[in-house]
């Protein structure tokens, strides 16, 4: 989660590590190297996902004026904030998620990388802070321009107080829920049509889970502040692991229009192994989303939007494009 950056201390940090990463960009030429690798897919080969991480991570630990020995992919615990709380995948799975994306860039048309690399650091969150502001630097390193000057302008823009405003803002949050309704479809989930967003209740149920209950153990009160905000990866995680226990009818309550999970039942009946077993499964879900987003930009035709009107990949370009010039009207 990006924090606000309210003090002037805080602007002036801002304005000042925005020149800190354009000197540092100028200074090893990483704009004409970008240029000439993106244009040559041999010299792409040469670039190792290593090399390509440890870059990121540098260009992260500048734009927040990290000391270089605590520089890390530092993301462990955050969550996107905004209506909802939303849980990003297990931190353990981010580094192989943004390598399967770097291992893509082979299979994609040429200036998708400005859009694809972006999206995947925004939406892992790799970093404690300054996520927003490490992908807006990557998607200009990796967008053409007419010279290195035109590039720099950019870079201040992207790096500055109102970059998500005054320049593309790579913000993945535009395709999930898209991407939610994928995910539901592979699941089970069924849909009156193909324009309709809320899903059915799965057969037998009314609800997804009773959320009066009260629990008190730590794993179950864990598992219940996950479903408040996001029910439908909760109830996937659960259910399919209770059904396949053999388990699922003996954890449900039986109400007047169906049923719904229980989460005191499955505090009484689930072992300390079959909640970490949901909670792997939980987070497999949230590294299902982010390998849908990779999957749409390599298999563009295989995914639609909600309404089927479009693929996904183009949509999410259209939608940040749209956005920009609306904002710089």
Not at 165 to 182: A, M, Q, W
Not at 245 to 271: C, F, I, Y
Not at 274 to 279: F, G, H, L, P, V
Request: proline letters at 3%; hydrophobic letters at 35%.
């Amino acid at each position: 989660m990006e924090k606000e950056i309210n003090s002037i201390n805080d602007a002036e940090l801002r304005i000042q590590q925005t020149e800190k990463i354009v000197d540092f960009l100028n200074k090893i030429g990483a704009y004409k190297y970008v240029q000439k690798i993106l244009s040559n897919p041999e010299e792409k080969r040469e670039v190792s996902f290593e090399e390509f991480r440890d870059f990121v991570v540098r260009l992260n630990g500048i734009a927040r004026d990290v000391p270089i020995v605590k520089r890390s992919a530092d993301g462990d615990g955050v969550y996107l904030s905004g209506f909802d709380e939303v849980q990003v995948p297990n931190h353990k799975d981010k580094e192989d998620i943004l390598k399967d994306a770097y291992n893509s860039l082979g299979k994609i048309p040429s200036g998708d990388e400005a859009y694809l690399i972006p999206a995947v650091v925004n939406a892992v969150h790799l970093f404690a802070d300054g996520n927003g502001r490490t992908s807006r630097i990557l998607h200009t390193l990796l967008t053409k321009f007419v010279s290195v000057e035109d590039f720099n302008n950019n870079l201040r823009l992207a790096v500055g107080e109102n970059g998500r405003l005054e320049t593309e803002d790579i913000n993945p949050g535009i395709v999930s829920t898209d991407i939610d309704k994928i995910v539901l479809l592979r699941h089970g989930f069924k849909f009156e049509n193909e324009q309709d967003w809320s899903p059915i209740f799965p057969d037998g149920f009314c609800m997804l889970f009773v959320r009066t209950e009260k629990v008190t153990s730590k794993k179950a009160q864990e598992f219940v502040n996950l479903f408040k905000a996001d029910q439908s990866d909760c109830f996937i995680a659960a259910s399919e692991y209770l059904k396949e226990k053999g388990v699922l009818l003996q954890n449900v309550v039986r109400l007047d229009d169906g049923m719904a999970l229980s989460p005191l039942k499955m505090e009484q009946s689930l072992s300390e192994e079959d909640w970490a077993e949901i909670m792997k499964r939980y987070y497999s879900l949230k590294k299902e989303h982010v390998e849908i987003l990779i999957d749409s930009f390599v298999e563009p035709d295989k995914y639609k939007t909600m309404d089927g009107s479009m693929n996904l990949r183009n949509y999410f370009i259209k939608e940040i494009q749209t956005k920009l010039e609306k904002n710089t009207q």
